[in-house]
């Protein structure tokens, strides 16, 4: 690498997603409900990354709209990310099909074998979420053109696993395809450190959700350049015979009331009253209906504000491109100072406090 720039550098390492995604940035835009909807996502897009829109909700007719007015706002790839357990998922399917949605990103649950066919004899590449590496191969196999692999860090539903655990585990062991790394990512030294262990991009969420062109409520910004890390947790599961995918928040009382809805939900279920699929999309709605408060109208307190661990490092409103820029310059200087680590020989191990005198007093 001697004698080539950190921008160079850079792109030779993040190749593979680069030209996977058709875009300058191997930075693709998490898919946040209510966040991610056209402002935002062709902002990511312009600004040489990719966004993607999040379907959550959406009706055929709704996200059909949403896809066409993203369009005329970029010119630039972007993708759609469509949840698997969605009711009409069939329908989602065929408007991206008919749109000519160039990647589609199927989250949720381990997508059916056909909803990943239709989409590909219909153009488009498929994205899926490993949260083991048994689950990559089985993507793999099934025939998604990528994985993306999403750590406990990360806001939203989450899984069980750190992202430094789930990268060493799969990015050596799956090659076939690119792997995008997600969760507690939010800054350029990060991107750097995954993209050497072999991924072929990341995926960026909480970042985005003060960017200038997000149109989140100024004060669930606000509770975002307030918090830190700690705030962000994760719901636990009240019945373990009753799955429920754990939800990364900021801790307000819409955090303490899904503990109640959850008890309530799982209750009607042994009733009688509900099917398990029945309870979880009423759990599912839950989730919706308390972000929508808390996106759009700004009811911090009992709406959801959905979070990754990495939101102590959002502190102030930005527009997107700087954002990015921010991310590039940071992953620049970091392989510029490896390059000449290499070029100096130096490899000396930085000073250390003794172990003997950790902890002792003054």
């Given at each position: 690498?001697?004698?080539?720039?950190?921008?160079?550098?850079?792109?030779?390492?993040?190749?593979?997603?680069?030209?996977?995604?058709?875009?300058?940035l191997a930075?693709?835009?998490?898919?946040m409900?209510?966040?991610?909807?056209?402002?935002?996502?062709?902002?990511?897009?312009?600004?040489?990354?990719?966004g993607?829109?999040?379907?959550?909700?959406?009706?055929?007719?709704?996200?059909?709209?949403?896809?066409?007015?993203?369009?005329?706002?970029?010119?630039?790839?972007f993708?759609?990310?469509?949840?698997?357990?969605?009711?009409?998922?069939?329908?989602?399917?065929?408007?991206?099909?008919?749109?000519r949605?160039?990647?589609?990103?199927?989250?949720?649950?381990?997508p059916s074998a056909l909803?990943?066919?239709?989409?590909?004899?219909?153009?488009?590449r498929?994205m899926?979420?490993?949260?083991?590496?048994?689950?990559?191969r089985?993507l793999?196999?099934?025939?998604?053109?990528a994985?993306?692999i999403?750590?406990n860090?990360a806001?939203?539903?989450?899984?069980?696993?750190s992202?430094?655990?789930?990268?060493?585990e799969?990015?050596?062991?799956?090659?076939?395809?690119?792997?995008?790394?997600?969760?507690?990512?939010?800054?350029?030294?990060?991107?750097?450190?995954?993209?050497?262990?072999?991924?072929?991009?990341?995926?960026?969420?909480?970042?985005?959700?003060?960017?200038?062109?997000?149109?989140a409520?100024?004060?669930?910004k606000?509770?975002?350049?307030?918090?830190?890390a700690?705030?962000?947790v994760?719901s636990?599961?009240?019945?373990?015979?009753?799955?429920?995918i754990?939800?990364?928040?900021?801790?307000?009382?819409?955090?303490r009331?899904?503990?109640?809805?959850?008890?309530?939900?799982?209750?009607?279920?042994?009733?009688?009253?509900?099917?398990?699929?029945e309870a979880?999309?009423?759990?599912?709605?839950?989730?919706?209906g308390?972000l929508?408060?808390?996106?759009?109208?700004?009811?911090?307190?009992?709406?959801?504000?959905?979070?990754?661990?990495?939101?102590?490092?959002?502190t102030r409103?930005?527009?997107?491109?700087q954002?990015l820029?921010?991310?590039v310059?940071?992953?620049?200087?970091?392989?510029?100072?490896?390059?000449?680590?290499?070029?100096?020989?130096?490899?000396?191990?930085?000073?250390?406090?003794?172990?003997a005198?950790?902890?002792?007093?003054?």
């Amino acid at each position: 690498m001697t004698g080539s720039s950190p921008r160079a550098q850079l792109d030779r390492l993040w190749q593979r997603g680069r030209e996977f995604l058709g875009c300058d940035l191997a930075i693709m835009g998490g898919a946040m409900s209510w966040v991610s909807e056209r402002n935002l996502v062709a902002a990511i897009s312009n600004g040489g990354g990719f966004g993607v829109l999040a379907c959550g909700s959406m009706t055929p007719a709704q996200l059909s709209d949403e896809i066409a007015a993203t369009e005329r706002l970029t010119r630039q790839p972007f993708g759609v990310n469509l949840i698997s357990l969605h009711p009409e998922l069939e329908a989602l399917i065929a408007v991206c099909v008919e749109h000519r949605v160039g990647h589609v990103v199927l989250a949720g649950t381990l997508p059916s074998a056909l909803s990943i066919r239709r989409l590909k004899d219909g153009g488009a590449r498929v994205m899926s979420f490993a949260s083991a590496l048994v689950i990559a191969r089985k993507l793999v196999r099934m025939g998604v053109d990528a994985l993306i692999i999403e750590g406990n860090e990360a806001g939203g539903h989450v899984g069980p696993v750190s992202t430094s655990v789930l990268a060493q585990e799969i990015l050596p062991e799956v090659r076939d395809v690119p792997v995008f790394v997600a969760g507690g990512i939010g800054r350029g030294e990060a991107i750097v450190s995954y993209l050497e262990m072999g991924a072929s991009g990341v995926q960026i969420g909480t970042r985005f959700v003060c960017a200038a062109e997000s149109i989140a409520h100024p004060r669930f910004k606000q509770a975002f350049i307030k918090a830190g890390a700690r705030d962000a947790v994760a719901s636990v599961q009240l019945d373990p015979r009753f799955p429920v995918i754990p939800v990364r928040a900021l801790a307000n009382e819409a955090t303490r009331r899904f503990q109640d809805t959850q008890r309530e939900v799982i209750a009607r279920h042994y009733n009688g009253e509900l099917t398990q699929k029945e309870a979880q999309l009423e759990i599912e709605h839950f989730w919706a209906g308390a972000l929508r408060r808390a996106v759009i109208d700004g009811d911090v307190e009992h709406g959801s504000l959905m979070a990754g661990q990495s939101v102590g490092m959002v502190t102030r409103e930005q527009p997107t491109n700087q954002i990015l820029a921010e991310l590039v310059a940071q992953a620049e200087a970091t392989v510029e100072r490896r390059r000449r680590q290499l070029a100096d020989g130096d490899t000396a191990v930085p000073d250390r406090v003794p172990v003997a005198t950790l902890g002792a007093a003054d």
